[in-house]
């Protein structure tokens, strides 16, 4: 599996961000991880795009959101007319000085919704222009081309967030509450080793029930059930692409015994861990 990392100094000075054509697409391996996000426009293609363990049908006309850390397989996909934008997360910060303005959009950060958006002719061509401006400025970099950007993403994003609300039936808000967007970012980075509510609350410094409440107010859910379909994205992944055996697995996602983590992927797939992952190499 190839693991790919975003080149900050391509253009000769540092820059958080890039963008490309098909022509300039160039796929280095079948299967890869890469450690920046990326907004893919595809205009016209077809075939079969894996990211981690969700097969994802190619169409015409769709949007398709990829976060750092997720598997892409991407032998079976063809990409005739796209447009993709990479950025890493630092980029936002900086831009929006605001640590946590990525994990403000469902499509990136909402492991129950899927991971594109398919649009009608007209709303899709607007967004690819964007893109494909994005692309034109990044080339001709002008001290005013920063600002162009910023200003550029931003309206992108949010219109984004508000086509796939529409889509998927979410509240096409932003998500602005400091604690949920805390919440967000710790779950990103240490749902492999801590599952409980507790955990995430005393981080937090605010209680359980504080915690719940607001998960439910935002996300219709509680903070248990957020913390479980997250892990179960990651367990996942790790069944369908790790070559650590089930016990390992088990440790690796910090499970006290092996018992206890087949207990859970059961509770969450319907399937023991050998099971689901025979039903994952299917894919």
Same mark, same amino acid.
């Given at each position: 599996?190839?693991?790919?990392?975003?080149?900050?100094?391509?253009?000769?000075?540092?820059?958080? !961000?890039?963008?490309?054509?098909?022509?300039?697409?160039?796929?280095? &391996?079948?299967?890869?991880?890469?450690?920046?996000?990326?907004?893919?426009?595809?205009?016209?293609?077809?075939?079969?795009?894996?990211? +981690?363990?969700?097969?994802?049908?190619?169409? #015409?006309?769709?949007?398709?959101?990829?976060?750092?850390?997720?598997?892409?397989?991407? #032998?079976?996909?063809?990409?005739?007319?796209?447009?993709?934008?990479?950025?890493?997360? #630092?980029?936002?910060?900086?831009?929006?000085?605001?640590?946590?303005?990525?994990?403000?959009? +469902?499509?990136?950060?909402?492991?129950?919704?899927?991971?594109?958006?398919?649009?009608?002719?007209?709303?899709?061509?607007?967004?690819?222009?964007?893109?494909?401006?994005?692309?034109?400025?990044?080339?001709?970099?002008?001290?005013?081309?920063?600002?162009?950007?910023?200003?550029?993403?931003?309206?992108?994003?949010?219109?984004?967030?508000?086509?796939?609300?529409? &889509?998927?039936?979410?509240?096409?808000?932003?998500?602005?509450?400091?604690?949920?967007?805390?919440?967000?970012?710790?779950?990103?980075?240490? !749902?492999?080793?801590?599952?409980?509510?507790?955990?995430?609350?005393?981080?937090?410094?605010?209680?359980?029930?504080?915690?719940?409440?607001?998960?439910?107010?935002?996300? &219709?859910?509680?903070?248990?059930? !957020?913390?479980?379909?997250?892990?179960?994205?990651?367990?996942?992944? &790790?069944?369908?692409?790790?070559?650590?055996?089930?016990?390992?697995?088990?440790? +690796?996602?910090?499970?006290?015994?092996?018992?206890?983590?087949?207990?859970?992927?059961?509770?969450?797939?319907?399937?023991?861990?050998? +099971?689901?992952? #025979?039903?994952?190499?299917?894919?």
């Amino acid at each position: 599996m190839e693991k790919l990392s975003f080149q900050r100094t391509k253009y000769g000075k540092e820059l958080l !961000i890039d963008a490309c054509d098909e022509s300039e697409l160039e796929l280095v &391996a079948d299967t890869m991880v890469t450690n920046f996000y990326i907004l893919l426009f595809l205009e016209k293609g077809n075939g079969q795009y894996l990211l +981690d363990a969700t097969p994802i049908d190619f169409r #015409d006309q769709m949007v398709l959101f990829i976060k750092p850390g997720q598997v892409n397989k991407v #032998d079976k996909a063809h990409f005739e007319r796209c447009h993709l934008m990479f950025f890493e997360g #630092d980029f936002l910060d900086e831009f929006f000085n605001d640590k946590d303005f990525i994990f403000k959009f +469902d499509f990136f950060h909402n492991p129950e919704l899927p991971s594109y958006l398919h649009l009608p002719t007209g709303q899709f061509q607007a967004y690819y222009n964007l893109a494909r401006e994005v692309r034109s400025e990044i080339r001709q970099q002008t001290p005013e081309s920063p600002h162009i950007l910023r200003s550029i993403i931003y309206y992108l994003l949010v219109r984004l967030n508000q086509a796939y609300a529409k &889509a998927y039936g979410t509240s096409g808000q932003t998500l602005s509450h400091p604690t949920l967007l805390a919440f967000l970012r710790l779950l990103e980075r240490d !749902i492999k080793t801590q599952r409980t509510v507790a955990a995430y609350a005393e981080r937090l410094h605010i209680s359980r029930v504080q915690l719940n409440n607001l998960c439910q107010q935002h996300f &219709a859910k509680t903070a248990r059930q !957020i913390i479980r379909e997250r892990a179960i994205a990651e367990i996942k992944k &790790a069944l369908k692409y790790s070559t650590l055996s089930l016990s390992e697995v088990a440790y +690796d996602f910090n499970f006290s015994a092996p018992s206890h983590f087949s207990r859970f992927v059961k509770q969450m797939t319907g399937y023991p861990p050998q +099971d689901f992952k #025979d039903h994952l190499s299917k894919w």
